[in-house]
């Protein structure tokens, strides 16, 4: 059964940096592409970030680029997304999920919800002084 979890999240001054981890179970990562999304209260969820199966083509949404950086670890299973330069507006809880066609990223930098069919739990990141 295929399953995705998220961790990393935390609590970090404006200015800090933080890396997600979203670590596979049930397939093999190297074989999907692997978006990256959040969701801040009050807000629909949104696209982050996204790497092809092949790992040499990414996506950034404008809100993220240049701070962000999604990269992967095939022999540990896992995706990361690297934070940097967090603003308050970064504040939101984080999901890695697989898209519905495994090998693309659906969307480009415009990444859509309805394109991935397998989500993990979220992880809570709060970027405040």
């Known amino acids: 059964q295929l399953q995705l979890v998220e961790s990393g999240g935390g609590l970090v001054q404006p200015g800090g940096s933080l890396r997600l981890s979203c670590a596979a179970s049930?397939?093999?990562?190297?074989?999907?592409?692997i978006g990256w999304f959040r969701q801040a209260p009050g807000k629909e969820r949104e696209g982050v970030s996204c790497?092809?199966?092949?790992?040499?083509?990414?996506h950034y949404a404008d809100s993220v680029k240049g701070r962000f950086t999604i990269s992967r670890d095939n022999a540990k299973n896992t995706v990361y997304l690297q934070m940097n330069s967090l603003k308050p507006e970064d504040t939101a809880v984080y999901y890695c999920?697989?898209?519905?066609?495994?090998?693309?990223?659906?969307?480009?930098?415009?990444?859509?919800?309805?394109?991935?069919?397998?989500w993990g739990q979220g992880t809570q990141v709060t970027v405040s002084s």
């Open positions: 049930g397939f093999t990562m190297a074989y999907y592409a």
């Open positions: 999920a697989v898209p519905r066609v495994p090998i693309l990223c659906p969307g480009g930098n415009s990444l859509r919800t309805s394109d991935f069919g397998s």
């Open positions: 790497m092809f199966n092949s790992g040499g083509s990414t």
